[in-house]
């Protein structure tokens, strides 16, 4: 298992409320990547923090935001939730942006908006 | 951007037997290809990994294979086992910063 960290692992919120979830990453690592993965599907990125700075974004609309910590702790931030929106997330942290090391996941938080 | 498309969806396959399944992508900046097994409720496990560099890679019993010129990279699992029944997922990425994740193969391992 990695040292990677989330919470909560699991969550029920209704239409139109706002989630936070949390990724602690692997000691020594200075990069967390969020994805979604909805039920059946591959994991879909949707922002990478690089050094507290957002290094990276995929198609998700700005109400999904995030956060990088001075300890490389993450936060992934959703407003006005959709019914859309229920799905795995995870985290996945590595140990430098671009430096060509790989990234490893967290366990997830499942989401189920109602 | 990049696209990775995976095949077969679900594959079935006796014990003992081999296993193989299929990647592309579409954007040739691709450099790094991990391939990743998912069990149920359980998070995404790197099990083997392959740069641009290379044309194969081997451990164990799994192997890694890419096709530059033709942009496919293949994950051959043999002598396969019940315990390797689970989701697996290819990916791609030109910077490890953004991967891009097929949609994922079902292997059913019988015993």
């Known amino acids: 298992e990695t040292g990677v960290?989330?919470?909560?692992?699991?969550?029920?919120?209704?239409?139109?409320?706002?989630?936070?979830?949390?990724?602690?990453?692997?000691?020594?690592?200075?990069?967390?990547?969020?994805y979604q993965q909805a039920l059946?599907?591959?994991?879909?990125?949707?922002?990478?923090?690089?050094?507290?700075?957002?290094?990276?974004?995929?198609?998700?609309?700005?109400?999904?935001?995030?956060?990088?910590?001075?300890?490389y702790s993450s936060e992934l931030n959703v407003n006005a939730l959709e019914l859309d929106d229920s799905?795995?997330?995870?985290?996945?942290?590595?140990?430098?942006?671009?430096?060509?090391?790989?990234q490893y996941f967290g366990p997830g938080t499942r989401l189920l908006v109602l | 951007g990049e696209n990775v498309e995976q095949h077969p969806s679900t594959l079935s396959v006796q014990e003992g037997d081999s296993a193989v399944i299929k990647c592309t992508?579409?954007?040739?900046?691709?450099n790094y290809f991990p391939w990743?097994?998912?069990?149920?409720?359980?998070?995404?496990?790197?099990?083997?990994?392959?740069?641009?560099?290379?044309?194969?890679?081997?451990?164990?019993?799994?192997?890694?294979?890419?096709?530059?010129?033709?942009k496919h990279f293949s994950l051959h699992i043999t002598e396969t086992q019940p315990e390797d029944s689970a989701v697996y997922f290819c990916a791609a990425t030109h910077n490890f910063n953004k991967f891009y994740f097929g949609s994922g193969t079902k292997l059913n391992v019988k015993p």
């Not at chain 1, 919470?7 to 200075?30: A, D, F, W, Y």
């Not at chain 1, 997330?89 to 430098?96: F, Q, W």
């Not at chain 2, 992508?25 to 691709?30: I, L, N, R």
């Not at chain 2, 998912?38 to 294979?65: F, H, M, W, Y």
């Open chain 1, 5 to 34: 960290t989330q919470s909560p692992t699991h969550l029920i919120k209704t239409r139109g409320q706002q989630v936070t979830l949390r990724c602690s990453s692997q000691s020594g690592h200075n990069t967390v990547s969020w």
């Open chain 1, 40 to 71: 059946g599907q591959g994991p879909q990125f949707i922002f990478q923090y690089y050094r507290e700075e957002e290094n990276g974004r995929g198609n998700f609309p700005p109400r999904f935001s995030g956060l990088q910590f001075p300890n």
């Open chain 1, 87 to 102: 799905a795995l997330y995870l985290c996945a942290s590595s140990l430098e942006a671009g430096g060509g090391e790989t």
């Open chain 2, 25 to 30: 992508y579409s954007d040739s900046a691709s």
């Open chain 2, 36 to 70: 990743y097994k998912q069990e149920l409720g359980k998070r995404p496990q790197l099990i083997i990994d392959i740069r641009s560099n290379v044309g194969e890679k081997k451990d164990q019993r799994i192997a890694v294979t890419l096709n530059k010129t033709a």
